[in-house]
Nanobody
Framework: QMQLVESGGGLVQAGGSLRLSCAASGRSFSSRTMGWFRQAPGKEREFVAA????????YYGDSVKGRFTISRDNAKNTVYLQMNSLKPEDTAVYYC??????????????????WGQGTQVTVSS
């Protein structure tokens, strides 16, 4: 079992920055691919970013490439999402997730076994 708790969301003006954190408890964090997804009202949950267990591979959704950076600290059981140059269309609830074993993909919700409760990010224009 794993528990994931996101923090760092809030209200920010367009062009601003936020850093989200996701603290994991339970075993096996350091062996799992971790992901960030987001969901805006009335829309499906969207892939934002993922990072391999070692941190050497990072993947991003097209809408956030060049603006967001995912990172992790396995000693602290924490994954981060640095969000720069925020746009109003980035407004959503952001979720942290831990992958299922033996998955070869990372951008689909079914690739993940554990989810946090989400943190709201609101970008004003």
């Amino acid at each position: 079992q794993m528990q994931l708790v996101e923090s760092g969301g809030g209200l920010v003006q367009a062009g601003g920055s936020l850093r989200l954190s996701c603290a994991a408890s339970g075993r096996s964090f350091s062996s799992r691919t971790m992901g960030w997804f987001r969901q805006a009202p009335g829309k499906e949950r969207e892939f934002v970013a993922a990072i391999s267990w070692s941190g050497d591979r990072r993947y991003y959704g097209d809408s956030v490439k060049g603006r967001f950076t995912i990172s992790r600290d396995n000693a602290k059981n924490t994954v981060y999402l640095q969000m720069n140059s925020l746009k109003p269309e980035d407004t959503a609830v952001y979720y942290c997730a831990a992958d299922r074993p033996y998955r070869s993909t990372f951008a689909y919700t079914e690739d993940y076994a554990y989810w946090g409760q989400g943190t709201q990010v609101t970008v004003s224009s």
